[in-house]
């Protein structure tokens, strides 16, 4: 009728079959799709509908994930994480699915949409895609060899031989074999090559290039990087090209990448950090992760004793590259603490732009940063160093908006104990004093 639609999940609760609601979902487009994806205050249809249906909504939840792939790609706002816990969350619950076309296309959408993204730990549902892949190898492997040809797919390299092995038919047992003798083992398909190596000169390989002292990067399904792969990561590691980068975690592991690249720069650090070969501690802004920053912090902070300030700046910028929330605290830190005045105006200057980027202050990107949780070691110096803000806060007479101050100190559950030992002021306009109050602990303010 061309009129717009209204989106109902009881009306998805309440349809006679899941024939027709796949039907429904499966003719979707993203932005409708868009509509029908939780948020607060709505009924969770997805998880009700596999109560309703079994077996049988996992049809309907495939065609509605392929349609909400797309989410994957949307930037960092909070909404846009709760859609992308939308599609963890559909994958897990179509976890027990086997041989299902529609989830095997679902998936397949999911792999395509996180292309050359780096997502924390927990958020991305590459692992959970590759294993509904896995599990559905037949319905699989046309879709991931077709994808296998495109440079831009690399993921689809390493999965296709693998798919291609569970898809196979049982082997017959060799001619002349008894009846009930085993079948004959199939000759083990040659690997592809997983990653492209840049098309300009080769990869010369430095002194302190030792793969059989690191231990290798493993793909996404678990295999060790070697031979001729490996070199091809050096060579892209050393072309410093962002995007190549980035792309490598669409075939390897996220987690033993970046300790693959720490190790990578100890050997370099032992050699005495040849300055032609610093795409070394470059590269780690992309193959990093939170790990690598709370070690990398450190050493930041002691190279320019050493005369080493140029390779701190590098440092920097590399914590500035990888742009996560404890890779920022880090630079905050350096800026708040170093005792070298060249550094620490680097830091300041690298945070100060990070904040502008944002749209917001240096202090609101402070608050922003604060984690919720943290190993028990670390929450004595967490809150050592918060309390610090805090007197540098008042100090310059900062202020708040009310859902702010909610937000990032009252319900904190880290600086909420030390907001409540604060007496606080409101300002109706600046410098003018309305009253003031304290925080109490079940957080309300009197």
Not at 118 to 136: F, H, T, V, Y
Not at 372 to 390: I, S
Not at 424 to 436: I, R
Request: aromatic share 6%.
């Amino acid at each position: 009728t061309r009129e717009p639609t209204v989106f109902s999940e009881l009306a998805l609760l309440h349809a006679s079959s899941p024939d027709l609601v796949a039907a429904y979902l499966g003719a979707m487009s993203e932005t409708e799709a868009l509509l029908l994806a939780p948020h607060p205050g709505r009924l969770p249809w997805s998880a009700a509908l596999g109560e309703r249906f079994g077996a049988g909504s996992v049809a309907p939840l495939a065609r509605w994930l392929e349609r909400a792939a797309s989410f994957a790609r949307l930037p960092g706002s909070d909404g846009d994480r709760r859609l992308l816990a939308t599609v963890l969350d559909l994958l897990d619950l179509l976890g027990e699915a086997t041989n299902s076309p529609d989830l095997a296309r679902a998936a397949v959408a999911v792999l395509q949409a996180c292309r050359g993204q780096k997502l924390p730990r927990g958020q991305d549902p590459r692992p959970a895609a590759l294993a509904a892949l896995l599990r559905s190898p037949a319905a699989a492997l046309p879709l991931v060899s077709a994808l296998s040809r495109e440079p831009t797919s690399a993921w689809a390299w390493d999965l296709t031989p693998r798919l291609a092995a569970l898809a196979a038919p049982p082997a017959a047992a060799p001619p002349g074999a008894p009846p009930g003798a085993p079948p004959a083992p199939p000759a083990p398909p040659a690997p592809p090559r997983l990653l492209t190596r840049p098309k300009k000169g080769t990869f010369r390989r430095p002194d302190f290039w030792n793969p059989g002292a690191i231990t290798p990067p493993r793909t996404l399904t678990g295999a060790p990087l070697a031979g001729d792969d490996l070199d091809d990561l050096g060579a892209i590691l050393a072309s410093s090209d962002g995007a190549r980068i980035t792309a490598l975690r669409q075939v390897l592991e996220p987690g033993s990448l970046a300790a693959f690249g720490w190790d990578l720069l100890q050997a370099w650090l032992r050699a005495d950090a040849p300055p032609q070969h610093k795409w070394v501690l470059t590269s780690l802004g992309f193959t990093g992760d939170d790990r690598t920053a709370r070690r990398l912090v450190a050493l930041i902070g002691r190279w320019p004793a050493d005369g080493g300030h140029q390779r701190s700046v590098r440092g920097l910028d590399v914590l500035v590259t990888l742009d996560s929330d404890v890779a920022l605290m880090a630079l905050d830190h350096l800026a708040a603490t170093t005792t070298f005045r060249g550094l620490q105006g680097e830091a300041r200057a690298r945070f100060a732009a990070v904040a502008a980027r944002r749209g917001i202050s240096v202090e609101q990107l402070a608050d922003r940063i604060v984690p919720h949780v943290v190993p028990a070691t670390a929450v004595a110096r967490l809150l050592e160093a918060q309390a610090a803000r805090l007197e540098r806060s008042m100090a310059s007479l900062r202020t708040w908006s009310p859902p702010e101050f909610r937000r990032y100190l009252v319900d904190h559950p880290l600086l909420g104990p030390l907001a409540r030992r604060l007496v606080w002021g409101t300002y109706p306009s600046p410098g003018q004093l309305a009253e003031v109050f304290l925080v109490a602990a079940d957080g309300t303010c009197r």
